[in-house]
């Protein structure tokens, strides 16, 4: 007898799954790539797994002068052109507590920092290495240590120092989200397996085959929030992760009074938002513009608890990630563990190239991933995948007029109306869409744009709105200092 | 171009990206295979069977009718767009639906040149002029209905046909020979009372049997309850629309009527009131025009609700025997209104604070 999995409530769609291309091929390893451009700046993003996705406070974009620990700049590189750096050093820390160090991701020869494009924010600084042919044999041995006997501030400085942020899209750093303040109650942990992009086996691949690391890096999260209870929240499409992950449990004990549930939720998009996920493990519910603290819960992803693992129990820095690697436009598809760093189209041509009748590249997911227009972009720490999609898988018809079905008001998991959004931006009146209370709320997974029937890009006219609001605030200060001055 | 993938093993796989045109756009990259014209065509199949029914009731010239309402909605919009310089979008469908939702809301017994205005009125007036599918106040199809009610009135009330209950449909072929001009089952009762209704039918089982297969005079499209149900239960099952704004109509047309129908208090006709006139085919396929009705559920019965009375109001007390078709009419403009007053419950508004 099974329980019904678990879901949440209002809206969500269910888009065709097309995760039998990659979900039963096991994790292969990529040979070191030519070159890696490691972006400074590594947690940028939009969400999935944090609870104030848009318009995270980034530090201001880091200066692109090469130098050590430049004065003055928010980033610190702590390498020289031609130095030469092994896999795992470290080559650069955010000075703002709101930061990841970055570390070599190959060995080789630092070659300087460019502007590469990023798939979200067009170009970006980066550092490019150039693998050493003969570095690949030289890999860093990492010592295991058990890290029941490290202290909290240990266990939290080893984190930091592997450079782990979140995984599963937004990229926050790990150790300041585990770093609750004092005061704040928590009871929950929730691990999101849910993996709720279509496409995207790279999670499932990983609960699969490191279950244990999973529960183990669980428990750690555990101690150092100082609460007991974990759920790890896995769609039930993956009967062979819930399986795993159960026996890993069980395996692990309960000697340390840390209790690991795995929760089963039902197959909807998107069941891997965080407030989603929340909603349907615990019925609790983020008041608009909190935190997810604020209901005593504490959302990772299962991946990223992969890689807390590794820091705290190996040192091992996060220098590699599982892609999954699929569309119907490459010539193998594959769930390929690969450098930070390492170029699309390198991973292209080791899969055996382009086939087919090619039509859009994303990086990361369907439903929230990036169009790219050239394989000339590094994968970063946040890049679940890269989709090679044909046009057969894309829908590229033209939108039309809004017929009013209220198809997307049924879909918003938020409750929000991203037709009326939609209208006031084609009518030019985005500045006036605040009231419609989305810039907190919309998370941009798409499930409106997803549904409509007349293909209106409504995500695009979300961001559209965003902007003309933000644009409207400026020109108002702009005038309000004006009028001061006079 | 062969710079930027200097790092490629060999020239193919470069040749091959550049030999494809790469598309970028704004996630989501995958779209539900749900289309408008998709949408569109699917109510123009669900409104087939009671068109093929009228033509055994009320003879072949119910299909002629029909097809020269839905000649006259396409080329009206097809014209109109091409003169205004837009796209022409009779391929959406909704002309179509135009079409046979004015043709099955007029009498069979008029001229065969009838739905022309009408269509004009439609399609040009109330939709194209208004800025085009999705930019219109008013459900098309009733404005032409209630255009040419206004310039035709004597065709438009009284052209009825009594039904043929032989199925001697094809004696018919020469429209009009047996046509027998009739009344109205709702003119009866309003004018007569419920005592010459039973007379006309029979008794009172046999009325309900006769409303609700199809076999009465009445408009060409609204006649077969049961055949407006399959149809309209189907888009609801499709989940094109919800059951919220036909079963608030129905229901309210049925309660009111009850309440204040009868001689007396509740002692009125509910089921009478519900299958005769136009109250299926007006609750399931024209008050659920997205365009012109509420998207949040609660609005949906509120406006069901609206329909539902105004209804009522126009039979028991107004100058005409049926009242659906301007009960909806006056809701329409009130859609936006109630849109803004019943809006989707947000997300966090079940958040304990």
Request: proline share 6%; net charge neutral.
């Amino acid at each position: 007898m099974t329980a019904k999995p678990a879901t949440f409530p209002k809206g969500g769609v269910h888009p065709r799954e097309n995760k039998e291309l990659t979900n039963t091929l096991p994790i292969e390893k990529m040979p070191y790539p030519t070159k890696v451009s490691l972006f400074l700046k590594q947690h940028v993003g939009a969400p999935c797994e944090v609870s104030v996705p848009h318009r995270n406070q980034e530090p201001a974009e880091p200066d692109i002068l090469f130098a050590h620990g430049h004065a003055g700049s928010l980033f610190r590189l702590l390498v020289d052109k031609k130095d030469r750096v092994r896999e795992g050093d470290r080559v650069g820390e955010m000075g703002s507590r709101l930061g990841a160090a970055l570390h070599a991701s190959v060995s080789g020869t630092v070659d300087g920092v460019e502007k590469v494009e990023h798939p979200q924010t067009g170009k970006a600084p980066a550092l490019i290495i150039r693998t050493d042919p003969e570095a690949e044999s030289m890999k860093p041995e990492y010592t295991l240590v058990d890290w029941r006997d490290l202290s909290r501030g240990e266990i939290l400085e080893r984190i930091a120092a592997a450079g782990i942020v979140g995984l599963g899209g937004a990229g926050f750093p790990a150790d300041v989200k585990l770093n609750v303040k004092n005061g704040v109650k928590l009871d929950t942990l929730i691990l999101n397996g849910a993996e709720c992009e279509p496409y995207i086996t790279c999670d499932h691949r990983v609960m699969v085959e490191s279950s244990r690391e999973i529960v183990e890096g669980a428990k750690i999260l555990l101690t150092v929030l100082g609460i007991t209870h974990c759920a790890i929240g896995v769609e039930d499409n993956k009967p062979d992760a819930i399986e795993a992950l159960n026996e890993a449990v069980s395996r692990s004990g309960r000697e340390d009074g840390l209790t690991v549930d795995v929760r089963p939720l039902a197959v909807k998009y998107p069941q891997g938002s965080a407030d989603q996920i929340m909603q349907s493990i615990t019925g609790r519910v983020r008041p608009s513009g909190q935190r997810s603290s604020s209901i005593g819960i504490i959302v990772q992803n299962v991946y990223t608890t992969r890689k807390v693992y590794d820091a705290v129990a190996m040192g091992k820095p996060l220098v590699e990630r599982v892609i999954t690697v699929t569309g119907r436009g490459i010539a193998r598809q594959a769930n390929l563990c690969v450098k930070i760093g390492t170029h699309l189209s390198e991973i292209a041509d080791y899969l055996g190239g382009i086939r087919g009748d090619l039509c859009k590249v994303v990086v990361g997911g369907p439903m929230m991933g990036f169009a790219v227009s050239d394989l000339d972009v590094p994968v970063t720490k946040t890049t679940p995948g890269v989709l090679f999609l044909t046009s057969d898988e894309v829908n590229a018809q033209a939108y039309g007029p809004c017929i009013r079905c209220g198809f997307c008001l049924d879909a918003c998991p938020m409750g929000l109306e991203p037709n009326l959004i939609g209208l006031y931006v084609e009518a030019g009146k985005g500045a006036e869409t605040e009231s419609f209370g989305f810039l907190d709320d919309c998370f941009e997974c798409g499930s409106c744009a997803y549904v409509c029937p007349a293909k209106r890009p409504l995500v695009q006219f979300i961001r559209l709105a965003r902007l003309e609001i933000e644009q409207a605030r400026k020109l108002k200060e702009a005038r309000k200092q004006k009028g001061q001055s006079e | 171009m062969m710079s930027k993938h200097r790092h490629f093993a060999g020239e193919k796989p470069c040749q091959e990206l550049a030999g494809h045109r790469m598309l970028v756009s704004v996630s989501p990259h995958v779209r539900d295979d749900t289309t408008v014209a998709r949408i569109m065509w699917t109510v123009v199949g669900c409104l087939m069977p009671p068109l093929v029914l009228s033509v055994f009731i009320f003879g072949l010239r119910t299909l002629i009718i029909t097809a020269v309402s839905v000649a006259a909605c396409t080329a009206t919009e097809a014209l109109s767009e091409k003169l205004l310089g837009r796209p022409v979008t009779i391929r959406d469908g909704s002309a179509v639906i135009t079409g046979l939702l004015l043709a099955y809301v007029i009498p069979p017994g008029v001229p065969l040149w009838m739905p022309i205005p009408g269509a004009v009125m439609a399609i040009f007036v109330t939709k194209v002029l208004m800025g085009g599918l999705g930019f219109n106040i008013f459900n098309p199809a009733l404005i032409g209905r209630a255009f040419l009610v206004a310039t035709y009135p004597v065709a438009m009330t009284t052209a009825w046909l009594e039904p043929i209950r032989d199925w001697g449909v094809l004696r018919l072929m020469d429209p009009g020979v047996d046509a027998v001009s009739s009344a109205t089952p709702l003119y009866v009762l309003k004018h007569y009372g419920m005592a010459a209704l039973l007379e006309q039918f029979g008794s009172r089982v046999s009325v309900y049997t006769d409303f609700f297969t199809g076999v009465m005079p009445g408009c060409i499209g609204e006649t077969s309850a049961l055949l407006l149900l399959i149809g309209g239960l189907f888009l609801i099952y499709k989940r094109l629309i919800n059951w919220h704004i036909p079963a608030s109509v129905i229901f309210t047309t049925g309660v009111l009527t009850w309440i204040f129908g009868g001689e007396r208090l509740f002692t009125g006709d509910p089921i009478l009131a519900v299958l005769s006139g136009g109250v299926i085919l007006g609750a399931f396929f024209m008050a659920t025009d997205y365009v012109t009705s509420p998207n949040v559920r609660s609005g949906q019965i509120f406006f069901g609700i609206g329909v539902g009375a105004l209804t009522v109001l126009i039979r028991l007390k107004g100058g005409y025997p049926e009242g659906v078709c301007y009960a909806i009419l006056l809701m329409n403009p009130l859609t936006p209104a109630i849109d803004q007053w019943f809006r989707p419950k947000r997300f966090s508004q079940g958040a304990v604070q």
